[in-house]
C-alpha cells in the first residue's frame, strides 16, 4: 500500500507504537504521534521531527487523519476513536500494516491467540521450524513488534497475537491459525465473554488451515470465518491426541505415536496440550518431522510459566506468575501431580473476572490457599483453608514454617499483577528470590 503523504496518526509510544513510526516513515508517510500519558517512555527514540501530542487524545489530529494506527491497549470504543470512525477516518493496529507487506511478499503466517498458552506455543514453534532449519520471524504480542520482523529476510512468520490485536486486524491471511482456548479474560475491556471470543475468531478469517481444541467449544469457528481445512488437538476424537497407554502418556499424530510424553522437558498436561497445538501447526505449515521432535525433546519452557525455580528440602517452588487470568490457573491445577499437600499462591488485580471456576479445584484437603493483593479477599472466600494477606511476601512467611518434604509452593495467581507489580515477570522474579530464601 502507498502510504507516501498520508496524514497517519499513531497512537502510542511504547515498543510497538515506536516500529509504526519508523515503518511509516520510510514509507514517506506524514506522521504524527498522541500519547495519552503525560511524559511517556518512547519520547527519547521518537525522531525530532515528529510532531507528539501527549496527556489526551487530539480529536482534530485524529479527524484530521487519512488513517490511524492505534495501540492494542487503547480500545476501539473509545469515543474520540468512534467518533474518527463516524467520519471515514480509516483505523487500524501495527498487524494490519504488518499483514498487507506480508501478503504482498508472499510469505507464509502462522497466527497464534488464546486466553492461555499462546507465548509458550509460539516459542516452541519456531523452535521446531528452526529446527527444521528454517529462517524464522517471531513477534506480534511477544519479542518483536510485528513490523520490525519485516527488516530481515524470513522463510516464515509466527506471530503471537491478542484479542486486543486482532480487534484491529483485516487483512491476515494466515497458512495456519489457532485459537488455543478461550476463558473469561479482560472483562474490564469486553462487554461479556463472547465480546471477547469474537474478537479472538477473527484470527481464523481468511486463513488455510484452522488448528482449533476439542476440548474446548468456544476455540472453533462459528461459520463467519472462512478456513478451508479444520484439524483438532485434544484428549478425544481429534486429529492429534494425548493418549495413555500402559502407563506411559503419548502425543499421537493422526493415529500415530509421535512422542513419549515423558521424552519431553516440558511438565504438566496443559503443557502436553500446548505441545499438540505446536505440533498440529507446525505440521500444517510443511515443517518436518525431525524438526518438531527435535524441538519436543530440547524445549524447556518459557520462564513465568509454570517453571521449577527452587528445589530444596523435597519441596518445590512452582512460579506460574504468567497465569494472570482464571483459565491459566485452571489449567495449571488441572492434571497436577502432588507428592504432599499443595501451598497455593492467589491474588492481584482480577481485571473483573469471576473467580468461581476455582473453588471446585481448590477444595481440597491438600490444598492451602494464601491469598494478597486487591482482590485477594474474593479468592479467599472461595475456600476454607484460604488465608487473607496484604502482599506476596507476607503470604509466603507465613506458609514457609509449615512445609514439609514432598510439598508444592505454586505461584498461580489468576490475576494480573498491576495492583503491586509493574509487571508479572517482577511478581515471578520476585517469588523466586523469596524461595531460594533459606527456610
Known sequence: MDYKNKKISVIGLGKTGLSCVDFLLKKQANVRVIDTRTNPSGVAQLAKNVPLHTGELNQDWLLQSDMIVISPGLAVKTPEIQTALRCGVEVVGDIELFCREANALNKPIIAITGSNGKSTVTTLVTEMAKADGLKVGMGGNIGIPALSLLEQDYDLYVLELSSFQ??????????VATVLNVTEDHMNRYTNLEDYRQAKLRIYANCHTAIVNAQDPLSKEDGQQSAQVQL????????YQLKSENGRLYLMAE???????????????????NALAATALAQAAGVKTHGILTALRTFTG?????????????????NDSKATNVGSTVAALTGLHLEGRLHLLLGGDGKGTDFSELAELINKPEIFCYCFGQDGRQLAALSAQSQLFDTMEQAIEALRPSLKNGDMV?????????????SFEKR???FARLAQLSR
Open 302 to 318: 518459557l520462564e513465568h510459566r509454570f517453571q521449577l525455580v527452587h528445589h530444596a528440602d523435597g519441596i518445590r517452588w512452582i
Open 255 to 273: 493415529g500415530e505415536i509421535l512422542l513419549p510424553c515423558d521424552e519431553m522437558k516440558l511438565v504438566g498436561r496443559h503443557n502436553y496440550m
Open 166 to 175: 486482532l480487534e484491529t486486524t483485516y487483512s491476515l491471511k494466515a497458512k
Open 410 to 422: 505454586l505461584l498461580s495467581p489468576a490475576c494480573a499483577s498491576l495492583d503491586q507489580f509493574v
Open 428 to 430: 515471578g522474579e520476585e
Open 232 to 239: 483438532s488437538f485434544g484428549e478425544d476424537n481429534a486429529d
